[in-house]
């Protein structure tokens, strides 16, 4: 069964508007981790932001934060401020304390900036 | 530089043919992991290890070898090329092997074409 679901395979957003991403996992583990990626058209994979199962307060860093619902398993990216270097896709992943903490992808979004 | 050195960048080869994925890392990172991408299917796991001597099979592992004699170099050995394994191959890792909140470093990536 999947355990993280990324919805949208490819988004529009104008330059400097904010863009919400989707991601819904699944899992019965009550400690687990939620990560977003992000890889440019280069290749690489950079790491955006984390929240953990226990943590109270949604994660943010700078642009990045996440909407982080517990009860519906849901913990979609919110990017602010749209920049043309924000194209690239994004991928939602988990690591659970109960999967050997190794850690589950989605499939991803693509995200396009328009100027 | 510190990080994740993943070797060769891009690699072609014929079907039944056997190669290495070469992964190194200067991190003292006790978590490595190698996985491969596939358009719309993210990021899935090939095989991991949380210490030297120690490996386990991920999520795709049929075709592949790993062996973790030392805890900086983790290499990817096909054993017989086929067409299926043309993927991008990554390899990463890790501090923690048992805490939720430590991210991954992914290598630049592998490029692998098979004919």
């Known amino acids: 069964a999947q355990k993280i679901t990324q919805t949208q395979p490819g988004m529009f957003v104008q330059e400097k508007e904010a863009v919400t991403l989707d991601c819904t996992y699944d899992?019965?583990?009550?400690?687990?981790?939620l990560f977003w990626y992000k890889q440019p058209s280069s290749g690489e994979m950079i790491f955006l932001i984390y929240q953990g199962s226990y943590d109270q307060q949604n994660a943010t860093e700078g642009r990045y934060s996440l909407n982080f619902q517990k009860a519906r398993k849901s913990a979609n990216l919110v990017i602010s401020a749209s920049q043309l270097g924000d194209s690239a896709m994004y991928f939602c992943?988990?690591?659970?304390?109960?999967?050997?903490?190794?850690?589950?992808f989605g499939a991803g979004t693509t995200v396009t900036v328009r100027a | 530089n510190a990080g994740v050195t993943q070797t060769p960048k891009f690699q072609v080869l014929k079907t039944g043919q056997s190669m290495t994925l070469q992964c190194a890392q200067d991190m003292n990172h006790e978590y490595m992991s190698w996985y491969r991408q596939d358009p719309g299917m993210g990021l899935r796991l090939i095989h991991y290890?949380?210490?030297?001597?120690?490996?386990d099979q991920g999520e795709v592992p049929n075709g592949y070898n790993v062996s973790r004699s030392t805890t900086e170099d983790f290499p990817l050995r096909l054993l017989s090329a086929a067409p299926s394994q043309t993927s991008v191959y990554f390899c990463a890792s890790s501090a923690g092997t048992s805490l939720l909140h430590y991210g991954y470093t992914f290598g630049s990536g592998t490029r692998l074409t098979v004919v």
């Open positions: 992943a988990m690591r659970e304390k109960s999967n050997d903490y190794k850690l589950s």
């Open positions: 290890s949380v210490g030297a001597g120690i490996t």
């Open positions: 899992t019965s583990d009550p400690s687990y981790g």
